[in-house]
């Protein structure tokens, strides 16, 4: 893959932190946690910890199936590597089970955010970078119960942990904490009665906004990046101005990612360097990345639905058609994948306008 181009405009970038975007912080109990009776906590089985964490977070509000009702939807092929935040939150809002209960997802959250939805008796779920023993990196669900602000200390309960030594959530202290769950740019989804949307709005604030969430996460990252110039901090900046449809801008700060060395299973859960290469116009560059990743897994529709989009892209029709139907038969219920196979149906896809006009 040629190199996005960093350079005099990364300097300018981070010279301009948007610094007015500042979370509060929350007036919440100095303690709180759920009532860890009323989860229904269940291993993992084989890369399932996004159907098993959510199915942990709905059995709180009475959900009764176990974690491989989710899973058979969420990712019909058992060898799924990925179920995004997305995935989660569209899988809760069209069950049939809990008709009553919504979810929604932000990236940039914050301690004070999971500690008002824990205080409020709403279950948190995020995502985290992971590396057990013996293991490479990789990515990682688990579910907030607890917190203590005095001790700085949250408790969660980790699908492939466990409960902790007395079954009432394992105990990391915030920075501990922060260290993991900023590798996935502080994404957090929270899951919440429909009757309550309006304590649940109150809650987020501005963060309702998800183009203020993603705004809030890059000045987090421009911040982290200005400090410790690393590559999770330039890669959650990257995603957050994709979020943003900053595209040339998200480019800049992807490229220094990739610079630093990115672990191999980073792009098996995030996906803003093909989206980002695409609406760049770099269509053979994305095209070489999905073949890369592919090398590593080839169990992602994602690969497949981004390469199809830049075949189309680059007006090769029939090519684009198989990778998208590559991708619907891997996961027939990726709305991602569905989309772009009624755009390319009718013919190319036009490609985006990368001439700013």
């Known amino acids: 893959m040629r190199p996005f181009r960093p350079g005099l405009l990364l300097v300018a970038l981070l010279a301009g932190l948007a610094l007015g975007v500042t979370p509060t912080r929350a007036q919440e109990p100095s303690t709180a946690r759920l009532d860890h009776y009323r989860l229904k906590f269940e291993f993992q089985t084989w890369c399932n910890c996004g159907p098993a964490n959510l199915t942990m977070a709905l059995s709180y509000f009475g959900w009764q199936p176990d974690q491989h009702t989710a899973e058979a939807w969420l990712k019909p092929s058992v060898e799924d590597r990925n179920v995004s935040p997305a995935e989660l939150a569209r899988y809760v809002r069209e069950q049939d089970e809990l008709p009553g209960l919504r979810a929604l997802w932000r990236y940039g959250g914050t301690i004070d955010l999971i500690m008002a939805f824990i205080a409020a008796d709403l279950p948190v779920i995020v995502e985290s970078g992971f590396q057990p023993d013996g293991e490479e990196w990789m990515g990682h669900y688990k579910t907030v119960i607890g917190y203590d602000d005095a001790a700085q200390t949250i408790w ?37 009665p429909q009757e309550r949307e309006d304590e649940v709005a109150a809650i987020l604030g501005p963060y309702g906004d998800p183009a203020y969430a ?16 690393d590559r999770w901090s330039w890669f959650n900046a990257g995603t957050s101005a994709a979020k943003l449809g900053r595209y040339d801008e998200a480019a800049v700060y992807y490229d220094e990612a990739f610079r630093q060395e990115l672990p191999f299973r980073m792009l098996w859960y995030q996906f803003g360097p093909f989206e980002t290469l695409y609406h760049t116009g770099r269509y053979d560059e994305l095209i070489a990345l999905a073949d890369t990743v592919a090398t590593t897994t080839p169990y992602l529709e994602e690969t497949h639905l981004w390469r199809g989009l830049a075949l ?14 590559a991708a619907l038969a891997f996961n027939a219920n990726s709305q991602a994948a569905l989309d772009a196979y009624n755009q390319i149906m009718p013919g190319a896809v036009a490609p985006p306008d990368v001439t700013g006009g």
């Open 214 to 229: 993603a705004e809030a996460a890059l000045v987090i990252a421009q911040d982290e990046a200005a400090r410790r110039d």
């Open 156 to 192: 969660v309960f980790d699908t492939y942990q466990g409960q902790g030594p007395t079954y009432d959530g394992i105990a990391t202290t915030y920075g501990e904490f922060n260290r993991w769950w900023r590798h996935f740019n502080y994404v957090f989804l929270v899951i919440y």
């Open 312 to 325: 189309s892209a680059l007006g090769r029709a029939d090519e684009a058609l198989a990778e998208i139907e």
